[in-house]
């Protein structure tokens, strides 16, 4: 049974920090990229950072600089370090792994993240 767990998200003062975590069971982790999108009320989802089965990593340009993606293969985690926290993050975080032979990707149930004073 495939499980991704988001965890880690929560209510912070703008210009804080949190780091989400994505725990998954079930698949071979070290062959999966990963991604981690957010959704906002009434808007679609958007991707923010990804992070390939090498450990190169990409970010949308609206938090370039102050998120960091990262894994750790030896337990089937990955990070999503966020700093400089803005209200316009206040958002659904959902991470995504994808197989990189097939493609097949997996969502966790998300974690809420709300940046407000």
């Known amino acids: 049974q495939v499980q991704l767990v988001e965890s880690g998200g929560g209510l912070v003062q703008p210009g804080g920090s949190l780091r989400l975590s994505c725990a998954t069971s079930g698949i071979s982790f070290r062959a999966y990229d990963v991604n981690w999108y957010r959704q906002a009320p009434g808007k679609q989802r958007d991707l923010v950072a990804t992070i390939n089965i090498a450990g190169s990593t990409n970010y949308a340009g609206s938090v370039k600089g102050r998120f960091a993606i990262s894994r750790d293969n030896a337990k089937n985690t990955v990070y999503l370090q966020m700093d400089s926290l803005k209200p316009e993050d206040t958002a659904v975080y959902y991470c995504?792994?994808?197989?990189?032979?097939?493609?097949?990707?997996?969502w966790g149930q998300g974690t809420q993240v709300t940046v407000s004073s």
């Open positions: 995504y792994a994808q197989y990189v032979l097939s493609r097949e990707g997996y």
